[in-house]
């Protein structure tokens, strides 16, 4: 716990800004002098003498009261013309910080900077290891695990739009210190290297193989081999500001990386009309993700509302779809921190579903040396306590997917870590796939899919159909409605 001293000493520091606005986009003034300006939001803090904060950015940082050293952390990035004041107010991250137990820093770049406060994602002066904003952000996380106590070992990171391709540069440049990242409406690593080629990876990003993005990877740490960060991808399918082909790129990008291939082990629909695609690793466990949300244009999924899924607010690029901070926190394991922190016990191996039907699920999983009960999950809430090693879990509605783990907890009631989720999806209530069989062109004429430089893509999943012409034919499956995926293997008609 963080001596109550300390923390009112952080709620002390002063606000500051750098004076000057450089015409260059991306150069970087000295710092300035600082100079107190109007409090942040409630709950907002700015910190300051964090680093040598060579890319001339501001700290600021979210620590819920009660948060034990050791908590995870969570850095977010804001998009062009926002400030982390926007972020911390409208991207529902705080709710889940409260919630789950877990400390945020939002870095902010300014007009010093860039002319739109982007965060130089196209720039290897700021996005490359040791360099500029990459190091300042980096210098964020090192000052918290000293201040706060925060655990290295769980560190993510997420950004929307240029602090969606800052996330992926950074989970590019440091596998060392990010365990994983979400990337919304961003770029892929290293998309471009220049101002003068942001704007072709904005539109449509290079034609590259999956080993050819991957490459940027490796090679923004060589000699890096593992382990690589768990990456989940946001993506709009009508955001015409950042293209939806980059979504593809980098699930292309990160699933090579990983060594897993580009086909998803599961897909699965979810609210606000998204489709998760789940990649696993070698071991079962989720390492990329993928949510395309049909229709949304450009900007961060939220879901304004009281659920336990829903959070939030509206605003300029604050899209009302769906709570994306709670799935990605869900796919990051943060949902599991708040029983025991991860310590104690370690998690329970062997968790599976055993059976569905439309109303229930069944679980089971291996015994734990020295556990007296398990606590069961579901989408992150705590739905019951057993003795036992499974478990059934009733009263659930047709064809839904719920995500479960358990953790296990000793004698005294102290909770160990939690288990890798797994989902169960119960049966009924999903409306029946269709197929269609056509050529490229009738496909875009019939609004299966869409265009870009030249190639044909699966409205939905992205998918790459080949080129656009009336010589190339797939058969594609839509399911949920406006979702279509390649089906040319055999194209299954039932529940989906």
């Known amino acids: 716990m963080r001596p109550p001293i300390l923390r009112r000493l952080l709620r002390r520091v002063a606000s500051a800004t750098a004076c000057g606005l450089l015409a260059v986009l991306g150069a970087h003034p000295a710092p300035a002098v600082a100079a107190p300006t109007a409090a942040a939001a409630a709950g907002l803090q700015q910190v300051t003498g964090f680093g040598s904060n060579p890319g001339n950015l501001q700290m ?71 360099r500029g904003e990459a190091a300042s952000v980096v210098q964020m996380v090192e000052y918290a695990k000293q201040t706060y106590g925060s655990d290295g070992r ?73 382990p690589w960060p768990r990456v989940a991808i946001w993506q709009g399918t009508s955001d015409y500001t950042v293209h939806p082909a ?46 395309s949300v049909s229709g949304m244009g450009h900007g961060l999924p939220v879901s304004p509302g009281s659920g336990a899924e829903q959070c939030g607010s509206t605003a300029a690029y604050f899209l009302d779809t769906i709570c994306s901070a709670y799935h990605t926190g869900v796919f990051w394991g943060l949902d599991r921190t708040a029983p025991g922190g991860g310590t104690g016990l370690p998690a329970p191996a062997g968790l599976k579903v055993t059976g569905v ?17 398990y606590t069961v999950y579901r989408d992150g809430a705590k739905v019951a306590t057993t003795a036992s090693t499974s478990f ?49 062109y009738a496909h875009v ?25 009336v010589f190339v034919t797939h058969t594609l499956r839509e399911s949920p409605a406006g979702h279509f995926v390649i089906a040319d293997s055999g194209c299954q008609t039932g529940s989906s």
């Not at 980098?250 to 695609?277: K, M």
């Not at 439309?358 to 009960?373: I, K, M, N, P, Y």
């Open 60 to 130: 600021f940082a979210y620590t819920p009261d009660g948060v034990p050293a050791g908590a995870p952390l969570v850095v977010a990035l804001h998009g062009c013309t926002q400030s982390a004041n926007a972020y911390y107010t409208n991207s529902g991250w705080t709710k889940y910080a409260d919630l789950w137990g877990f400390d945020v820093v939002f870095p902010q770049t300014t007009s010093a900077n860039n002319a739109l406060s982007c965060f130089g994602w196209f720039d290897p002066a700021d996005s490359t290891r040791g």
């Open 154 to 226: 769980r560190v993510f990171v997420t950004g929307l739009s240029a602090g969606g391709g800052m996330t992926a540069d950074l989970l590019a440049a440091y596998p060392d210190v990010f365990a994983g990242g979400s990337v919304a409406s961003g770029l892929p690593a290293q998309c471009a290297t220049s101002q003068a080629a942001a704007s072709g990876c904005q539109t449509g990003p290079q034609k590259l193989t999956p080993a050819q993005w991957g490459d940027k990877v490796r090679g923004s740490h060589p000699g890096w081999t593992g």
């Open 246 to 291: 980059n979504a593809t790129a980098l699930r292309d990008q990160w699933t090579d990386v990983w060594g897993i291939g580009q086909t998803p082990s599961r897909t699965e629909s979810l609210p606000g009309n998204t489709t998760r695609s789940v990649y696993d690793d070698a071991s079962g466990r989720p390492a990329v993700e993928t949510f």
């Open 357 to 373: 039907t439309s109303s229930s699920a069944s679980l089971t999983w291996s015994a734990v040396t020295g556990a007296a009960s």
């Open 392 to 440: 059934t879990d009733t009263g659930l509605t047709a064809g839904t997917a719920y995500r479960y783990s358990v953790t296990a907890a000793d004698p005294s009631g102290t909770a160990g870590a939690g288990s890798s989720a797994v989902t169960a999806t119960t049966t009924g209530g999903a409306a029946p796939a269709t197929c269609f069989t056509a050529t490229n």
């Open 445 to 469: 004429t019939a609004g299966r899919a869409h265009v870009s430089g030249g190639h044909a893509y699966a409205n939905g999943s992205n998918q790459d159909m080949g080129l656009y012409n």
